[in-house]
DNA sequence: TATAAGTCATAACGTAACGGAAGAGTCAAC
DNA sequence: GTTGACTCTTCCGTTACGTTATGACTTATA
């Protein structure tokens, strides 16, 4: 299909297409020698998971985090997306509840709070926004290390790839034992790029990897990579610092 | 009250208060001596209301025009809310509806056209924002004359006031014949004023002034700055034109 | 009563997700 | 063989705030 044909299907607009294409959020693999888009039929259902994901509120940039994701699972998703469908509607049921009520107020019928009159605007009131976190991971992978907040989105991103990169070398390896010189060098690797974002000492680096066995959101996003990574690096990591105090 | 706690009722951020300030969407009429902001009961209602149409879509601007508008009725406005709200429901269900097909879908269960895929994104399918746009005029006044558009938006602006002063000036004299002199030199500003966004001809003009009447969009909008304005000002262009022929 | 924490103000720059127009190539149809 | 409908890339514009930065004001507490 071309893209005007998708673009009608999905309701979108030609140039949303061309803007998830530029960004990376989704570009058919296929050109005709024109140079023209071909979406197919997986396409179609990326759109559709993005238009899903969009809907909810998510931002372009989580949303091509999330689907790019290796191990973003689709059955999952769409069930997530059904729980905040849900939600999504029980707040817009309340939003018409206090349009019903400031009628009634309106014509004198009732008293109305200030509280009751901005019920259901405020997404901090109820579980909806809060949820949505819990359900796709605090912050994703990207920068669940903090520190990476001082820096410029350019160099964000930059560092984003090289992370991600780590991450897969070191799932590569993660059957080996945490001290097998393979695993020491991928944790180097890992431990001089943590601290061209921030300034970690060996303590702080053993005290991280703990966290990630700790905190159910790292490893569940580490996790991600392989099954039992955050294990493996909280151990390679131990290893690492106590070697080199 | 102040900007946190009205913030913090209403679910906004403080940010956005101001920014509703700047734009002169919402200006609490009082300062303290100190220069704070102080919000009084009737700036509250009128932030549901602002807030009823952001949910709805509505850009700041369009609502701006709505709600400052003079003939602006509340109770109006919250039954369209209401009904709006209710578009949104059914749309939300729609995609619910999708979801599960989907994952029936995934499941194999159940085949699916990419169509059936789509169901519930496509405004364009629904009524949902014709209706809003019926509802609250087409354009609004402000850009009802088309050919503004090839104009910078700062030109745009500052037309636009004039063009509301124009409508003004006519309305106070609607009750005069449309062919005195008043009334004549007035439409002749008006057909200057025309002539300095796009290029009507006399018979353009008297067109023009025939749509005020046949389109109810244009009538609407039109007798908003009083009862039975298009009706006089279609009969005092269609003069004014004859008389320059 | 001093002082720190919290809140307020303005100002100015940054960002996200496109919209819209320009200029040029492509394709199907008549 | 020329329209008319699409398509491409490029680039600037816009909306609705977010995000500091800097300085003044208020309030709770030592």
Redesign the pocket.
Known sequence: M????V?DLAG????????????GLLSPKE???????VYTHTDLEKLQQILFF?ELG????K?KEIINDSSFNQKEALENHYKLLLDKRRRIDSLIGTVEKTIQYKKGEIVMTDEERFAGFDFSENPYEQEARDLWGEKTVNDSNAKI?GM??QQQQELGEEFNEIYRKLAEIRHEAPDSEDAQKRIEEWYDYLNKIGDYSLDAFKGLGQMYVDDERFTKNIDKFGEGLAVFMRDAMAYYSDMHQ
């Open positions: 071309k893209v005007k044909e673009a979108v607009s030609v140039r949303t297409l061309h803007h998830y294409d530029e960004i050109r005709e020698e024109s140079g023209y888009r969009k998510f931002p372009l940039k949303i907040g410029s989105k």
